[in-house]
């Protein structure tokens, strides 16, 4: 059996033997082909959307293969362009190129010498049209932080559109063990509103907070009110965090008078029993990103033997979104006009 029939049987779930997400699986073959050569430099990836087809996943588990795989180094996204495996500038010998770039630097040096200006003078004007040069180019720095994995892909998704950003996450655990983690020159933190006021009290006025509101999508509200009373209804999440999200966003679409429990993937000793108990089972956002496939295997066992599988949408509401981007829109155009004569 190939490697890629392999990959292809574990994400169909007919052969078990991995019990990794099944996003670190795909990350894995495309690492795989990139040092065996069979992806090689400045190759344009597939689109998110024709990669999830190709592998029959998700577009947001796609998203998560191609972030952790920048992250990592392994490939870059262009604004406009698409993915590309990274690549290395060898237009000419490092040698040659080094030579070159000194001599200008001399020569930028002995002509501001000529002018009168001190070497510790020249410094200071480097280091400042440096920086210039850099926000010129740069994009809006946004610091995405959320207590639960569900939260960030929701996140991630919204931001999507926002095509002026860099986008870097960071756990909310994290940024309160390590409060430094926050002045890494981010132009905003986003993160969503149950988090703001504690966030607040530790970024202080560093960074300037955009909170935004975390709603269900139409769709998943029809479902919940589809539910008739009495039922039993499940909740299946990847993190007790975003239960109570859920339930706090979804309880006013269900009857006062259906049964609500909930379990997190990491409970899979009493998953099965779970899943009997329930009449309608109510899936986090993406949450096939986050579960073993023998997970995924039971719900879809029990969607077929007749219980409601509803996989939740939620999005960051139109008021927040607007909010987001008119401040990264600003701040876009303040970054462009740095370095601009007067």
Same mark, same amino acid.
């Given at each position: 059996?190939?490697?890629? =029939? ?33 992806? $090689?430099?400045? =190759? ?16 947001? =588990? ?7 795989? %920048? ?46 200006? $001190? ?76 988090? *703001? ?6 970024? %202080? ?26 039922? $039993? ?19 006013? *679409? ?50 077929? %033997? ?16 607007? *909010? ?19």
């Amino acid at each position: 059996m190939t490697e890629d =029939t392999m990959l292809k049987n574990v994400l169909e779930g007919r052969v078990n033997i991995d019990k990794r997400p099944i996003y670190q699986l795909i990350a894995e073959a495309i690492r795989a082909d990139i040092a065996s050569g069979k992806l $090689s430099e400045h =190759t344009k990836l597939p689109s998110i959307r024709n990669m999830a087809e190709q592998y029959d996943v998700s577009i947001g =588990t796609i998203r998560h293969v191609y972030a952790l795989l %920048s992250r990592e180094g392994a490939v870059v996204s262009r604004r406009g362009q698409g993915t590309f495996v990274v690549g290395q500038v060898i237009d000419e010998p490092m040698k040659s190129r080094k030579e070159r770039a000194m001599k200008a630097i001399d020569d930028t040096l002995s002509a501001m010498t000529e002018l009168g200006f $001190s070497t510790r003078e020249a410094q200071i004007f480097f280091e400042l049209r440096l920086r210039q040069k850099e926000d010129e180019r740069r994009p809006v720095r946004l610091a995405l932080i959320a207590a639960t994995p569900e939260e960030r892909s929701v996140m991630d998704r919204a931001m999507e559109t926002l095509t002026m950003t860099m986008r870097f996450w960071l756990s909310y655990d994290d940024v309160l063990a390590s409060p430094d983690r926050i002045d890494m020159g981010y132009d905003f933190i986003v993160t969503p509103t149950a988090l *703001y006021r504690e966030l607040s009290l530790i970024v %202080s006025d560093r960074v300037a907070i955009l909170p935004v509101a975390l709603r269900p999508e139409s769709d998943t509200m029809a479902a919940c009110l589809s539910v008739k009373p009495g039922e $039993s209804v499940g909740f299946l999440t990847a993190s007790e965090g975003f239960f109570k999200v859920m339930k706090q966003a979804l309880l006013p *679409y269900l009857p006062e008078a259906c049964v609500i429990a909930s379990q997190q993937l990491r409970e899979q000793a009493g998953m099965k029993e779970f899943m009997k108990q329930q009449d309608c089972l109510m899936l986090a956002p993406e949450v096939a990103d986050f579960a073993p496939s023998s997970v995924m295997a039971l719900v879809r066992e029990r969607a077929l %033997s007749g219980m409601r599988v509803v996989r939740t949408r939620f999005e960051c509401d139109e008021g927040s979104m607007l *909010y987001v981007r008119r401040a990264v829109d600003e701040r876009y155009r303040e970054l462009r006009d740095i370095g601009r004569p007067d």
